[in-house]
C-alpha cells in the first residue's frame, strides 16, 4: 500500500510539473504553440520575352498573346509529375522522331505535337475514338497510310503514325502556307480553319477566335517546347540514366496460312503474352491474323521466333470450317455454337462489326 501511495503522488507531481510548464511557457521545451512554420517559397518563373514555334515568330509583344500563353506555360513549369515523365519518354521517343522529322525536311518542333497530343503514351484513346501516340482518328489514319483491321490497328505503331501525322502535317502547312495555322488544324480540321479565316478576315492564328480547346493548343505546344527545350533553366534535374531507353527489337516478317494466337507467338519468341503486346501496341486482338505479318520481339530473339513460330503453326495445324449464315442468325449465336470467340471470327474474316448477312460466308477456325 506504502509503495502504491509514493507511486500516486509520484505521478501526480508529474503532471503537475507538465501543466505548470506549458502554461506558464505557452510551450513545450520553450518553443512557442502557436509560432509559424517555415513557408516553401515557390519559385516564379516569367514568361520568355521572345519564342518561334517552326521557325515562325509569336506575337508576344500581344497582350493578349502573352496572357494566353502565360496560362500554358505557368499550368506546365509548374506540372512537376507531368513534366518529369515528359522528360523521361522523349530520351525513348524524340531520336525517332527528330529522325523522321529530318528524312521528311520538316521542323524539329513538331514533335512536340505528340507530347501535346498524347504524353507520348502510345495506347492513349479519347472518347472521341482518336487513338494512339497521334491521336489519328479512322478515317483520317487511312486517308494518309495508316493501316486498321479488326487484329491490327497501326495508329497505335509509334513509327508508323509518326509517318503518317508528318504527311498530313505536311499537307496542311502546303494548304495554309503558315505552321501555326497548320498546327491548329490538325486539332480542330482544315475546313474549320478554313471557315473562320474566312468570316474573321484574317490569317493569323493568334488572331483568330476558334474553339477554346484549339485556342490554348498551340500555346500549349509552345509551353510544351520551352520547359522541354529548357529544364535546368526551370528547374528540372533529370539524373543520367533515369529517362526510358528506346527499346531496341528485331522485327520479324512472318508469312501464316491461318491465324495463330498471340500466346503462342509469345511463347515462341521466349517472352511472356504482356511482353509481346507491348513491343506489338498495333495488335489490338488475341491473335496474328493470316497473311503476312511484322512481329517485333527483343533484340536478339528474331530467328528463335521465326523458327519456333513454323514449328507451332505445323503442329497446330488449325482446321477450317466454313459456316453459311442462315435466316435469322446472329454472329453471338455462330460463335457460341462454334464455341469461338466472336471478335476472333471477325478477324478472321474482315467483319468491321459484328453484323451478318443471311448467306454470308463465314470461315472459322478450330
Given at each position: 500500500?506504502?509503495?502504491?501511495?509514493?507511486?500516486?503522488?509520484?505521478?501526480?507531481?508529474?503532471?503537475?510539473?507538465?501543466?505548470?510548464?506549458?502554461?506558464?511557457?505557452?510551450?513545450?521545451?520553450?518553443?512557442?504553440?502557436?509560432?509559424?512554420?517555415t513557408a516553401f517559397v515557390m519559385p516564379y518563373f516569367p514568361v520568355p520575352d521572345r519564342m518561334e514555334l517552326c521557325g515562325e515568330p509569336v506575337p508576344l509583344d500581344s497582350a493578349d498573346v502573352r496572357e494566353r500563353f502565360d496560362r500554358e506555360?505557368?499550368?506546365?513549369?509548374?506540372?512537376?509529375?507531368?513534366?518529369?515523365?515528359?522528360?523521361?519518354?522523349?530520351?525513348?521517343?524524340?531520336?525517332?522522331?527528330?529522325?523522321?522529322?529530318?528524312?521528311?525536311?520538316?521542323?524539329?518542333?513538331?514533335?512536340?505535337?505528340?507530347?501535346?497530343?498524347?504524353?507520348?503514351?502510345?495506347?492513349?484513346?479519347?472518347?472521341?475514338?482518336?487513338?494512339?501516340?497521334?491521336?489519328?482518328?479512322?478515317?483520317?489514319?487511312?486517308?494518309?497510310?495508316?493501316?486498321?483491321?479488326?487484329?491490327?490497328?497501326?495508329?497505335?505503331?509509334?513509327?508508323?503514325?509518326?509517318?503518317?501525322?508528318?504527311?498530313?502535317?505536311?499537307?496542311?502547312?502546303?494548304?495554309?502556307?503558315?505552321?501555326?495555322?497548320?498546327?491548329?488544324?490538325?486539332?480542330?480540321?482544315?475546313?474549320?480553319?478554313?471557315?473562320?479565316?474566312?468570316?474573321?478576315?484574317?490569317?493569323?492564328?493568334?488572331?483568330?477566335?476558334?474553339?477554346?480547346?484549339?485556342?490554348?493548343?498551340?500555346?500549349?505546344?509552345?509551353?510544351?517546347?520551352?520547359?522541354?527545350?529548357?529544364?535546368?533553366?526551370?528547374?528540372?534535374?533529370?539524373?543520367?540514366?533515369?529517362?526510358?531507353?528506346?527499346?531496341?527489337?528485331?522485327?520479324?516478317?512472318?508469312?501464316?496460312?491461318?491465324?495463330?494466337?498471340?500466346?503462342?507467338?509469345?511463347?515462341?519468341?521466349?517472352?511472356?503474352?504482356?511482353?509481346?503486346?507491348?513491343?506489338?501496341?498495333?495488335?489490338?486482338?488475341?491473335?496474328?491474323?493470316?497473311?503476312?505479318?511484322?512481329?517485333?520481339?527483343?533484340?536478339?530473339?528474331?530467328?528463335?521466333?521465326?523458327?519456333?513460330?513454323?514449328?507451332?503453326?505445323?503442329?497446330?495445324?488449325?482446321?477450317?470450317?466454313?459456316?453459311?449464315?442462315?435466316?435469322?442468325?446472329?454472329?453471338?449465336?455462330?460463335?457460341?455454337?462454334?464455341?469461338?470467340?466472336?471478335?476472333?471470327?471477325?478477324?478472321?474474316?474482315?467483319?468491321?462489326?459484328?453484323?451478318?448477312?443471311?448467306?454470308?460466308?463465314?470461315?472459322?477456325?478450330?
Amino acid at each position: 500500500m506504502v509503495v502504491e501511495r509514493k507511486c500516486r503522488v509520484g505521478v501526480l507531481l508529474l503532471v503537475g510539473m507538465m501543466w505548470i510548464g506549458f502554461w506558464g511557457e505557452g510551450s513545450w521545451g520553450g518553443v512557442e504553440s502557436n509560432a509559424p512554420g517555415t513557408a516553401f517559397v515557390m519559385p516564379y518563373f516569367p514568361v520568355p520575352d521572345r519564342m518561334e514555334l517552326c521557325g515562325e515568330p509569336v506575337p508576344l509583344d500581344s497582350a493578349d498573346v502573352r496572357e494566353r500563353f502565360d496560362r500554358e506555360f505557368t499550368s506546365i513549369v509548374y506540372g512537376h509529375g507531368k513534366v518529369y515523365m515528359w522528360l523521361k519518354r522523349m530520351e525513348r521517343y524524340f531520336p525517332m522522331l527528330e529522325k523522321q522529322l529530318a528524312a521528311a525536311g520538316l521542323p524539329n518542333d513538331l514533335k512536340y505535337v505528340a507530347v501535346a497530343e498524347s504524353d507520348l503514351l502510345l495506347n492513349a484513346f479519347s472518347a472521341a475514338g482518336a487513338a494512339g501516340p497521334w491521336q489519328f482518328i479512322s478515317e483520317t489514319a487511312s486517308r494518309y497510310g495508316i493501316s486498321q483491321t479488326p487484329a491490327i490497328d497501326e495508329r497505335y505503331d509509334f513509327e508508323a503514325a509518326g509517318l503518317g501525322a508528318f504527311k498530313y502535317l505536311k499537307h496542311l502547312h502546303d494548304e495554309f502556307q503558315n505552321w501555326a495555322l497548320a498546327i491548329a488544324a490538325y486539332n480542330c480540321g482544315e475546313q474549320r480553319i478554313h471557315d473562320e479565316i474566312r468570316r474573321q478576315k484574317s490569317r493569323s492564328y493568334y488572331n483568330l477566335k476558334l474553339p477554346n480547346e484549339t485556342e490554348r493548343y498551340v500555346l500549349r505546344i509552345l509551353a510544351i517546347k520551352e520547359v522541354l527545350s529548357n529544364p535546368a533553366k526551370y528547374g528540372y534535374q533529370l539524373p543520367k540514366g533515369a529517362g526510358y531507353q528506346p527499346i531496341v527489337v528485331d522485327k520479324v516478317r512472318i508469312s501464316l496460312p491461318g491465324p495463330v494466337p498471340i500466346t503462342a507467338a509469345a511463347e515462341a519468341a521466349g517472352i511472356s503474352y504482356r511482353e509481346l503486346r507491348v513491343l506489338n501496341p498495333s495488335l489490338v486482338s488475341d491473335v496474328l491474323p493470316a497473311g503476312t505479318v511484322t512481329v517485333s520481339v527483343p533484340e536478339g530473339k528474331g530467328k528463335q521466333f521465326e523458327k519456333r513460330i513454323a514449328t507451332i503453326q505445323a503442329e497446330a495445324k488449325p482446321s477450317m470450317l466454313i459456316h453459311k449464315v442462315a435466316r435469322g442468325e446472329t454472329l453471338e449465336g455462330i460463335a457460341r455454337k462454334y464455341k469461338a470467340p466472336a471478335k476472333s471470327i471477325c478477324e478472321w474474316n474482315g467483319l468491321k462489326n459484328r453484323k451478318v448477312r443471311l448467306g454470308q460466308v463465314l470461315k472459322i477456325y478450330k
